[in-house]
């Protein structure tokens, strides 16, 4: 069945760095693949959407790379800042829904002042 | 996008009762979907809303637990019933149209059920 993976540990950085999370994802090709930030008794908020046929994607400070081969990404928040502290969930379409979503467990980032 | 109005924020319950969570969204939306989440997992998906026809539920969720409705292309209601406490969570609306990774999901901020 389909699989997604991401660190269950907290990423904890020092402000000013690059954050880098990982999501893997087992037993399936989809055709995109989506990032979300989850802060804290609120609900995830979009934040980037990769498609199978792009290598990398670009939103501010925000980089998300997508390996079909190695059946991976990899979202990365350059010059860190506190505020960039949330829960990061990635998520990729259903096997057997493409309008359907399945999510990651989430990574949490905290970025220290 | 879409602003999505869910309420409660939040409840307490005794088990053995119902709580019915409401969703407005502030645009007409052909999916709507109802997610579990649970302390430090990932979102679960319980069911998709159809208008004008009885919800579809994944497996492990059943229309007699946590029945569905979705009288038109803005609001829609789930009802938590007969709770235990394995049932506390965090419940989330969320629309989008995300077939073939046309956009984005919109959720609303969730209602956190505590059942005592």
């Known amino acids: 069945s389909q699989k997604i993976e991401q660190n269950s540990e907290a990423l904890n950085i020092q402000e000013g760095k690059t954050a880098t999370l990982t999501c893997n994802y087992t037993n399936y090709s989809p055709a995109y693949l989506q990032w979300y930030r989850q802060d804290p008794g609120r609900g995830p908020v979009f934040l980037l959407l990769i498609r199978e046929n792009e290598k990398e994607k670009r939103k501010e400070r925000l980089k998300v790379t997508f390996d079909t081969t190695l059946k991976q990404s990899l979202f990365h928040i350059t010059a860190s800042q506190p505020a960039d502290s949330a829960t990061y969930l990635c998520a990729l379409e259903r096997e057997d829904s493409s309008y359907k979503l399945i999510f990651g467990s989430g990574t949490r980032l905290l970025v220290r002042p | 996008s879409a602003v999505i109005s869910q309420k409660p924020s939040r409840d307490i319950c005794q088990r053995g009762t119902s709580l019915t969570i409401q969703c407005q969204v502030d645009?007409?939306?052909?999916?709507m979907f109802w997610y579990r989440q649970q302390p430090g997992q990932s979102l679960t998906l319980i069911a998709t809303?159809?208008?004008?026809?009885?919800?579809?539920?994944e497996s492990g969720f059943v229309i007699d637990k946590f029945p569905i409705s979705r009288p038109n292309l803005t609001f829609s209601t789930l009802t938590v019933s007969n709770m235990s406490p394995e049932d506390s969570s965090i419940y989330l609306c969320?629309?989008?149209?995300?077939?073939?990774?046309?956009?984005?999901?919109?959720f609303g901020q969730g209602t956190r059920l505590t059942v005592v």
């Open positions: 645009s007409q939306v052909t999916m």
């Open positions: 809303a159809n208008q004008g026809s009885e919800a579809t539920y």
């Open positions: 969320s629309v989008g149209e995300t077939g073939v990774g046309l956009g984005e999901a919109f």
